[in-house]
């Protein structure tokens, strides 16, 4: 691998009007003053760094359930999945992943599958790290049907600071594991409903990386 490119990683599409945006505000703002200007200058940069898209290499296995998201598992706890997707009205391990303005924002798919259900739900935005904020912010959930039959739910959240949720994908595209299918702009949280009977091999606290680190596996035929 080159130095550059461990420093300089490409940009999702979805960035480039934002970073352009920012790059005129900081014209405009060196004609006023050489500090702001350096100022728009670095926001310009963090803009870029926001909306990085690097390449990432999923474990190897079968049965492996990766996190979707960049960041820090904020909750785990049992709940209901979103009720617009359908699936059953009982409680699953659901593992949270928080996303801050500087983690990479790509969401990636946690499993291999095939998707059966895309649900928006229009809501609050109060801060992607409360528990409330799974239930009551503006939300877009996904539903995965894996190889062995069972689902899986994963849903993305909109934050305090994000407010617009993007998503890729459509009812029945198949998807690889850690294959990209939405982002959240500036600052949201990820959850993921583990199949009944999967448990997760996180902790609160524990940093993410989307399509590599492995928050949970399937159990095996000889396991069940």
Not at 43 to 51: A, K, R
Not at 60 to 74: K, M, N, R
Not at 154 to 165: E, F, H, K, S, Y
Request: with cysteine; hydrophobic share 45%; proline share 8%.
């Amino acid at each position: 691998m080159r130095m550059r490119d461990t420093f300089i990683k490409p940009m999702h599409p979805e960035g480039i009007r934002f970073v352009a945006i920012f790059a005129a505000i900081t014209v405009g703002l060196f004609l006023l003053s050489d500090i702001l200007g350096w100022i728009g200058v670095g926001l310009t940069i963090w803009c870029y760094y926001f909306f990085r898209d690097p390449e990432r290499v999923p474990p190897t296995g079968e049965g492996l359930i990766v996190s979707p998201a960049d960041g820090v598992v904020s909750l785990i706890e049992a709940a209901v999945p979103p009720n617009e997707l359908g699936m059953p009205d009982a409680p699953l391990t659901r593992v949270s992943v928080f996303m801050s303005v500087f983690n990479c924002h790509v969401n990636r798919t946690p499993i291999e599958g095939e998707i059966t259900a895309v649900a928006y739900r229009p809501g609050k935005f109060f801060n992607a790290s409360l528990d409330k904020a799974s239930a009551d912010n503006e939300r877009n959930s996904l539903r995965i049907r894996m190889a062995n039959g069972q689902d899986l739910a994963v849903v993305q959240i909109a934050g305090l600071v994000a407010r617009r949720i993007v998503c890729f994908v459509k009812p029945g595209a198949a998807l690889q594991t850690g294959e990209r299918f939405g982002l959240i702009r500036f600052g949201s949280r990820l959850d993921v409903y583990l199949p009944d009977g999967v448990n997760p091999k996180v902790r609160v606290g524990q940093t993410m990386i989307a399509g590599e680190t492995i928050i949970a596996s399937l159990p095996s035929p000889e396991e069940k």
